[in-house]
């Protein structure tokens, strides 16, 4: 399996990033044994300046080294839902350090407390999902719909999104929604009897509508992105079905998708299901892959059931690969076998599929020289995050919203969290 993770070139580490990258490519390997030891020496004096107000976060996407450091200093690796929730709920942290995307950092950052500041090891962390639904090109286009459907619209953004697309939900009466808990978001929706704009994974989307029974002819996916940069005119050319489909429709999907879990087919469940393997999936597939698995959903549902899987058991799970390494490890020590499910060796069934490549820029050094420029107080202004920060994944040009600005988008984005963690907690919203 090709788990997309190398060194990156020195010229693309910040300067002040630089003399730990040189470090850390001149270790003599990349295991465990050798990595680890190299980050505590900059970890724990880290620990030791800030103590309990420091709090290490990851995803469960992040390479097995970072995993591991963080799970050895008490912090938190969880997917995306428990990730934001993670300043807001431990106010006593007032430095929180993430590895994962960066759409994720600022999730935490659009729920923290004023004294709390949200730090990401690598801003140009990004993710191919989110880069086709940037605001710039979703917003024009949610303002057609809003435009031809009024009040009768509201937008559903998945947490893969950057805050100032959560705003857009938070404005339009929507809410924010995980891989895990989409179905509850869109069934309320429904059930307020509104057209759904849902933003930006259309397969998720549609496994969504297909999970709650939708008819599926009345789920609508807007042009690829990727073409125009997302800035078309909403009429009978750009749409399939033309306005009358989008008029008939329940749920609008925008364009995006995950380049991981799209490698995956029908034919890769097959080929484990046929050798006695139980094939869950991540629901960012495709509807077909989706309903030839025994199972799908989030990453914390993958991992719960690794845990409660019996020894003897065989899973092939379709995600990011070095969550799927991770799992394969723990799955030794449980007497549980796990394979990647494109980790076929035969080249007729085409990409073996990858690690996130984007999580993969924070890195070991990353984190090291995060942790360090910490402690001495000269951390680069651009790894702390704000909500509303939009960073180029190239180049690391920031847009910072004006502290107006940001207030405003706070206060929507919030809004569309909140919906979501009423609605997921206690089955009811009030706002």
Same mark, same amino acid.
């Given at each position: 399996?090709?788990?997309?993770?190398?060194?990156?070139?020195?010229?693309?580490?910040?300067?002040?990033?630089?003399?730990?990258?040189?470090?850390?490519?001149?270790?003599?390997?990349?295991?465990?044994?050798?990595?680890?030891?190299?980050?505590?020496?900059? %970890?724990?004096? %880290?620990?030791?300046?800030?103590?309990?107000?420091?709090?290490?976060?990851?995803?469960?996407?992040?390479?097995?080294?970072?995993?591991?450091?963080?799970?050895?200093?008490?912090?938190?690796?969880?997917?995306?839902?428990?990730?934001?929730?993670?300043?807001?709920?431990?106010?006593?942290?007032?430095?929180?350090?993430?590895? %994962?995307?960066?759409?994720?950092?600022?999730?935490?950052?659009?729920?923290?407390?004023?004294?709390?500041?949200?730090?990401?090891?690598?801003?140009?962390?990004?993710?191919?999902?989110?880069?086709?639904?940037?605001?710039?090109?979703?917003?024009?286009?949610?303002?057609? +719909?809003?435009?031809?459907?009024?009040?009768?619209?509201?937008?559903?953004?998945?947490?893969?999104?950057?805050?100032?697309?959560?705003?857009?939900?938070?404005?339009?009466?929507?809410?924010? @929604?995980?891989?895990?808990?989409?179905?509850?978001?869109?069934?309320?929706?429904?059930?307020?009897?509104?057209?759904? +704009?849902?933003?930006?994974?259309?397969?998720?989307?549609?496994?969504?509508?297909?999970?709650?029974?939708?008819?599926?002819?009345?789920?609508?996916?807007?042009?690829?992105?990727?073409?125009?940069?997302?800035?078309?005119?909403?009429?009978?050319?750009?749409?399939?079905?033309?306005? %009358?489909?989008?008029?008939?429709?329940?749920?609008?999907?925008?364009?995006?998708?995950?380049?991981?879990?799209?490698?995956?087919?029908?034919?890769?469940?097959?080929?484990?299901?046929?050798?006695?393997?139980?094939?869950?999936?991540?629901?960012?597939?495709?509807?077909?892959?989706?309903?030839?698995?025994?199972?799908?959903?989030?990453?914390?549902?993958?991992?719960?059931?690794?845990?409660?899987?019996?020894?003897?058991?065989? +899973?092939?799970?379709?995600?990011?690969?070095?969550?799927? =390494?991770?799992?394969?490890?723990?799955? =030794?020590?449980?007497?549980?076998?796990?394979?990647?499910?494109?980790?076929?060796?035969?080249?007729?069934?085409?990409?073996?599929?990858?690690? @996130?490549?984007?999580?993969?820029?924070?890195?070991?050094?990353?984190?090291?020289?995060?942790?360090?420029?910490?402690?001495?107080?000269?951390?680069?202004?651009?790894?702390?995050?704000?909500?509303?920060?939009?960073?180029?994944?190239?180049?690391?040009?920031?847009? =910072?919203?004006?502290?107006?600005?940001?207030?405003?988008?706070?206060?929507?984005?919030?809004?569309?969290?909140?919906?979501?963690?009423?609605?997921?907690?206690?089955?009811?919203?009030?706002?």
């Amino acid at each position: 399996m090709n788990i997309c993770q190398t060194d990156l070139p020195l010229d693309w580490y910040q300067e002040e990033f630089k003399p730990y990258a040189e470090e850390y490519q001149a270790l003599p390997d990349r295991r465990p044994g050798t990595v680890l030891p190299w980050l505590d020496r900059y %970890a724990q004096p %880290a620990l030791d300046h800030f103590g309990d107000a420091l709090l290490l976060v990851a995803h469960f996407y992040m390479g097995g080294e970072i995993v591991k450091l963080v799970e050895r200093y008490g912090g938190a690796v969880s997917d995306s839902y428990q990730l934001a929730l993670q300043a807001a709920r431990n106010p006593h942290k007032k430095v929180i350090v993430e590895s %994962a995307v960066h759409f994720m950092a600022e999730s935490i950052a659009i729920l923290a407390h004023e004294d709390q500041s949200v730090w990401i090891t690598n801003p140009k962390a990004g993710c191919t999902m989110e880069m086709l639904a940037k605001d710039y090109m979703v917003e024009p286009v949610a303002e057609q +719909l809003v435009e031809r459907y009024g009040d009768d619209l509201l937008v559903v953004a998945y947490m893969n999104t950057g805050g100032r697309i959560k705003a857009l939900a938070g404005r339009t009466g929507g809410a924010v @929604c995980t891989s895990s808990n989409a179905p509850k978001i869109v069934d309320w929706a429904r059930k307020k009897g509104k057209k759904i +704009l849902f933003v930006p994974d259309q397969h998720l989307g549609r496994n969504t509508a297909a999970k709650l029974g939708m008819d599926l002819s009345k789920v609508v996916a807007l042009p690829d992105p990727q073409l125009g940069r997302g800035g078309f005119k909403v009429d009978d050319r750009t749409v399939a079905g033309g306005l %009358a489909a989008l008029d008939r429709s329940e749920m609008i999907l925008w364009g995006s998708f995950c380049g991981v879990h799209t490698v995956f087919s029908p034919a890769h469940v097959q080929y484990w299901k046929e050798r006695g393997y139980t094939v869950l999936v991540h629901p960012e597939s495709k509807l077909e892959v989706v309903q030839a698995a025994d199972g799908s959903g989030s990453t914390n549902f993958l991992w719960e059931a690794l845990m409660k899987a019996a020894p003897g058991s065989k +899973l092939a799970i379709g995600t990011e690969g070095h969550f799927v =390494r991770n799992a394969r490890e723990q799955g =030794r020590l449980r007497g549980v076998e796990v394979v990647h499910l494109a980790d076929i060796p035969d080249p007729s069934y085409g990409s073996m599929g990858c690690g @996130c490549a984007t999580m993969s820029r924070n890195d070991p050094p990353h984190l090291a020289g995060m942790l360090d420029l910490l402690r001495k107080g000269k951390p680069p202004a651009i790894n702390r995050v704000y909500a509303g920060d939009v960073v180029d994944e190239e180049s690391g040009a920031l847009d =910072r919203l004006k502290a107006e600005e940001r207030r405003e988008l706070v206060h929507n984005a919030r809004l569309s969290l909140q919906r979501m963690i009423d609605i997921t907690e206690t089955g009811t919203t009030s706002c």
